[in-house]
């Protein structure tokens, strides 16, 4: 079974300071790791993913995320923020394969300060 | 193309009423989800579906059902409404498996008196 840990409810940050959303899992196996965003009153999308390959991954809007498995370890960062960045992240977790399930972090709240 | 659409967005239910969800998509994907979203849970997969004619139950299945008669449509059914389900209900729908991309829906807000 896997499971992710997204450590604290919100962050606030001023506009143009780093963002760095922290997300550990819990896998059995070498998970495929998620981060999806949900802007106010919508749908989640995706931001970015890691399969295999590459441990850094960069996603839209200028957000990446590195995988470390030493750390059990999936940060989404951005070097500046924006005030469009305001929302909602998930982070995800899922073992490979193809009738494997997304678990779901409880999501971290960005606010971004002017 | 309009992605994933729910209907509605909006439902108050008194309980013991029964209701359904309707999630449609036109983007051909075979894996269709309904989750539910609450705060500080994250979200839970209640059913899902591989294909046309198959459902699975997810993590939290127990008083909903689904169906999934047409490809692009994936519904959800609460039979007996209870103050407990009241939520975000987000449907979405992958192309060929769970770890593919999820498109989601933008949503309905369900309340139950």
């Known amino acids: 079974a896997q499971s992710v840990t997204q450590l604290g409810s919100h962050v606030s940050v001023s506009e143009g300071a780093l963002v760095l959303l922290r997300c550990n899992y819990s896998?059995?196996?070498?998970?495929?790791l998620f981060w999806y965003v949900q802007y106010p009153n919508q749908g989640l999308q995706l931001l970015l993913k890691y399969t295999t390959g590459a441990t850094l991954v960069k996603g839209i809007n200028g957000f990446e995320a590195e995988f470390k498995k030493s750390e059990t370890s999936f940060h989404l960062t951005k070097p500046s923020a924006h005030m469009s960045d305001a929302a909602e992240y998930f982070c995800?977790?899922?073992?490979?394969?193809?009738?494997?399930?997304?678990?779901f972090g409880k999501g971290i709240t960005l606010s971004v300060r002017p | 193309n309009a992605g994933v659409t729910q209907t509605p967005k909006f439902r108050v239910l008194k309980t013991g009423q029964s209701m359904t969800l309707l999630c449609a998509q036109d983007m051909n994907h075979e894996y269709m989800y309904w989750y539910r979203q609450d705060p500080g849970m994250g979200l839970r997969l209640i059913h899902y579906?591989?294909?046309?004619?198959?459902?699975a139950k997810g993590e939290v299945p127990d008083g909903y059902n689904v169906s999934r008669l047409k490809k692009q449509n994936f519904l959800l059914g609460l039979e007996s409404a209870a103050p407990s389900q009241t939520s975000v209900y987000f449907c979405?729908?992958?192309?060929?498996?769970?770890?593919?991309?999820?498109?989601f829906g933008p949503g309905t807000r369900l309340t139950v008196l």
């Open positions: 896998s059995s196996v070498p998970p495929y």
């Open positions: 979405a729908s992958s192309l060929w498996r769970s770890t593919d991309t999820q498109y």
């Open positions: 995800a977790v899922s073992p490979p394969g193809a009738n494997s399930k997304l678990t």
């Open positions: 579906s591989v294909g046309e004619g198959t459902t």
